[in-house]
């Protein structure tokens, strides 16, 4: 990677855009209810007009950012900005009621900062081999390795399984709609002419996460600022964010490695996601810990374990984008929507002719963990305020500026209406405890799903051992087995015997 | 105080005065363009006819926008043309399946193509057969050799049945007595050149636009080029035809306005199209990005559309006969 891809951060306004992604997706990250997705998705119709580097970096910003934005809020009064955020909050929450919120905010970016340069570091050393192997990755072991990101990110997100495994086809039935691709045949349409285009990425982005939370937050109950700041515990914390050596000492530097590399290899598998790093993380660095006994009650290895991992996973979740072309999660499938408007084609040949476009996209990785530690000493004391946004007013304008992108996007108000219907219906089933990621990465892999098991079909003359008989392929089906085996049955049935236990 | 306000009268009344202009003088085009794309923002088409755009509102000397209305294989954007106010501020791109699969298979209720008149062709990419720079398969003789020995195995892609690369080798396969196994990669020509790569098929059927990438990078050759005659880009590269299969292939780049637009309007933007498409810039724009230059006016295109449908409807024919393809 060339020194040349650094030095363009400085010589244009590219780290502008980069800082503006940063703090855009710190925000979004941070309130409750809002997304680094919904930030992005936001952001796509003005891509549009963006040059390709520019539109990039700002994503690459949106998405550190919202990673960690999401754990800072979590700290602060115990309501995570993100799920990535999970583990994040049950420590520092701790801390924060013993008055020490600036330790936790502290470690939580400082090991954000070091997640997300080795993540970067490994990712940029290893791109160029990923890509130049996936030119034996074919067709059907691109099947195998989307079958295995929908099923994982079922497998993780969901507390019912059942009502994963809906979520999951609802999605897939969406993405299905519209005319095939194969033989121009409409499907799923119902004669309606409205719909024979499909429902698109956008529209149910918005719908999902915009207008969904809308009606969510109409059917809560707001925080007063009174409550904040009392869950905040104001009078006893302090601001001095600088991390300790004795503190540094007891993580100690193979920790930080070992949750790097636990985070990286979390991302480069789809469907996993952030908050799965963390917790891997987490629990793996509880089962090293000398102070076993802190996890739970404030631990800051905890912390640094779960915030390193989730920004490791960062640049490793861009990897299968961009050699394969199958995003892993709702963040990367966005990025992967800003390469296709520009006319970027991920896989083997992107890192020979892209090399220009993708170098310093990979160098943001790089350089927004250090934003992360700039922005908390320059702005760490006045965190507090952001849950106190007035969200009543926030919300209207989002819907506002999701419903007003959508339209310059699309210039059909039909999309409008979809939107809005789709926004129901999830905000009916997320009340229900329907888990919406699986349903928008149905939605986000059911194309590129249904085309690689056809053209596989096509390739084999309908033979199925197909899947089989390319090594790739058989052990992503087999690593599939094993995480089914793993979190969908063993699992749960650890969860439900510690809770006996508890409650004995 | 007075003068203040004295000037700021004088001001408005001037700047009023400018913006009444268009009301005297009534030369077309008095306003800006909409440019509707049938395709995706990004794709091969909507960069080709951005580009073209670009130059072609120097000639008109009005902005030209460009909104993507995609879905239903370029149809609902054609779609939305046709209904469109016939006032001349409207102008739509079409490409082949706007004019072959949209209509042949019914994808929309009230697709006409007599509700439109074009104004100009302004690209035409001839379809080429590509195979791996180190494939076994130099030129067409092995390809249709090695089709003979084994019918049906050779693997060709392209990216729908039925679709503007399937139909091509449908002809040649007729023609030559062999058969193809045709697959279909429904993500593009990207996966086309990707499968290509990957030696996962052992040709594609694709544009010569498409092929640019692979062949410029020197990782593909074309093996042949289904044009009425050899290009000036590739001058070693046969035609179909001199090897005596007489099948002509392309896809082309029209603009259209809607039926009821008035001839001085249309003669105005066929003219602007005939000095942008003759116009250095946009020449050597396309030759850097995958040329298939061409230029034919308003009649002709009606004529060539005509033809194509009658061909290629006729085919299409047989093909759902067979059950090759589904309708």
């Known amino acids: ?504 | 105080m007075k003068t203040v306000s004295r000037l700021f009268a004088l001001i408005c009344i001037v700047s009023l005065a400018f913006s009444l202009n268009p009301v005297f003088g009534s030369d077309y085009p008095e306003k800006d363009i909409k440019h509707i794309m049938p395709w995706a923002a990004g794709g091969g088409t909507d960069t080709v006819m951005r580009a073209f755009m670009k130059y072609y509102e120097q000639e008109l000397g009005r902005k030209i926008y460009t909104v993507n209305v995609k879905g239903a294989k370029s149809g609902l954007g054609v779609n939305e043309l046709m209904s469109s106010a016939a006032d001349g501020y409207t102008i739509g791109s079409l490409t082949y399946d706007s004019i072959v699969t949209v209509p042949y298979f019914g994808l929309l209720k009230n697709y006409s193509l007599d509700k439109l008149q074009f104004v100009a062709t302004v690209t035409m990419h001839p379809t080429v057969l590509v195979a791996n720079a180190d494939s076994p398969y130099k030129t067409l003789e092995d390809v249709i050799a090695a089709a003979k020995k084994a019918p049906g195995k050779l693997q060709v892609s392209n990216v729908g049945l039925g679709g503007v690369w399937h139909l091509p080798m449908i002809d040649l396969q007729q023609q030559a007595g062999v058969k193809f196994d045709h697959i279909a990669f429904a993500g593009g020509s990207g996966e086309q050149r990707e499968a290509l790569l990957k030696r996962e098929t052992d040709l594609a059927c694709m544009s010569i636009g498409g092929a640019f990438p692979l062949v410029k990078a020197k990782k593909a050759v074309i093996l042949a080029i289904m044009s009425e005659e050899r290009l000036a880009e590739y001058p070693d590269v046969p035609t179909l035809k001199e090897k005596g299969y007489d099948a002509v292939w392309g896809s082309l780049r029209s603009i259209a306005v809607p039926k009821d637009v008035d001839a001085a309007k249309v003669k105005i933007l066929a003219d602007a199209a005939q000095k942008t498409a003759a116009s250095k810039q946009w020449k050597s724009w396309l030759e850097k990005n995958g040329g298939g230059w061409t230029f034919i006016d308003g009649a002709g295109t009606q004529k060539y559309v005509e033809q194509l449908q009658k061909k290629v409807f006729k085919q299409l024919d047989e093909l759902v006969a067979s059950g090759d393809v589904k309708k």
């Open chain 1, 1 to 504: 990677m060339s020194f040349e891809y650094f030095k363009i951060f400085f010589e244009s306004w590219l780290i502008v855009y980069l800082a503006m992604g940063y703090f855009i997706g710190f925000f979004f990250g941070a309130v409750p209810g809002l997304t680094a997705t919904l930030a992005i998705s936001l952001l796509l119709p003005l891509t549009f007009g963006m040059e390709v580097l520019a539109a990039l970096v700002t994503c690459v910003g949106i998405f550190v950012g919202g990673i960690y934005g999401g754990g800072v809020t979590g700290i602060l009064i115990n309501i995570p900005g993100a799920p990535a955020a999970a583990i994040t909050v049950l420590e520092g929450y701790q801390l924060t009621q013993q008055g020490k919120a600036d330790r936790a905010l502290s470690h939580s970016s400082f090991s954000s900062m070091i997640g997300g340069m080795i993540g970067a570091l490994f990712t940029i050393f290893l791109i160029q081999y990923v890509s130049e192997f996936s030119l034996y990755f074919k067709t059907p072991d691109k099947f195998s390795l989307i079958l295995m990101a929908i099923v994982v990110s079922m497998l993780i997100n969901s507390k019912d399984m059942m009502k994963g495994i809906i979520a999951t086809l609802l999605g897939l039935m969406l993405a299905a709609i519209g005319i095939d691709t194969f033989d121009a045949v409409p499907r799923m349409s119902f004669g309606i002419e409205n719909i024979r285009e499909g429902v698109q990425l956008l529209t149910i982005v918005v719908g999902t996460f915009a207008i969904a939370e809308i009606f969510n937050q109409l059917a809560s109950i707001p925080l007063r600022a009174k409550d904040i700041l009392e869950k905040f515990n104001a009078n006893q914390n302090k601001f001095d964010f600088k991390p300790r050596r004795e503190e540094l000492k007891e993580i100690g530097f193979w920790s930080y490695v070992r949750s790097s590399v636990i985070g990286f290899l979390t991302g480069i598998l789809p469907g996993a996601g952030a908050a799965m790093a963390a917790l891997l993380a987490y629990a793996v660095s509880k089962g090293f810990s000398k102070r076993k006994n802190l996890f739970g009650k404030g631990s800051i290895e905890g912390i640094a374990a779960a915030e390193t991992a989730n920004n490791a996973m960062c640049p490793g979740a861009i990897i299968p984008m961009l050699t394969f072309g199958i995003p892993g999660d709702a963040v990367t499938a966005l990025i992967l929507g800003v390469f296709t408007l520009h006319g970027l084609v991920p896989g083997p040949m992107l890192m020979i002719e892209q090399a220009d476009t993708v170098g310093p996209m990979l160098i943001a990785f790089l350089i927004t963990p250090v934003l992360i530690v700039i922005s908390l000493f320059l702005f760490g004391r006045y965190y507090i305020k952001i849950p106190l946004v007035n969200r009543q007013l926030l919300y209207p304008f989002i819907a506002f500026t999701a419903m007003i992108g959508l339209y310059a996007a699309t210039f059909s108000l039909v999309q409008l209406v979809h939107a809005a219907i789709i926004g129901f219906v999830i905000f009916l089933l997320s009340a229900r405890n329907y888990p919406t990621v699986p349903f928008l990465l149905g939605f986000i892999l059911g194309p590129i799903f249904e085309n690689s098991l056809r053209t596989s079909m096509a390739l084999s003359g309908g033979d199925l051992t197909i899947f089989l008989r390319s090594p790739f392929s058989l052990g992503l089906l087999i690593l599939t087995a094993i995480m089914i085996y793993f979190l969908g049955i063993r699992l749960p049935k650890m969860l439900q015997e510690q809770e006996n236990e508890s409650n004995n």
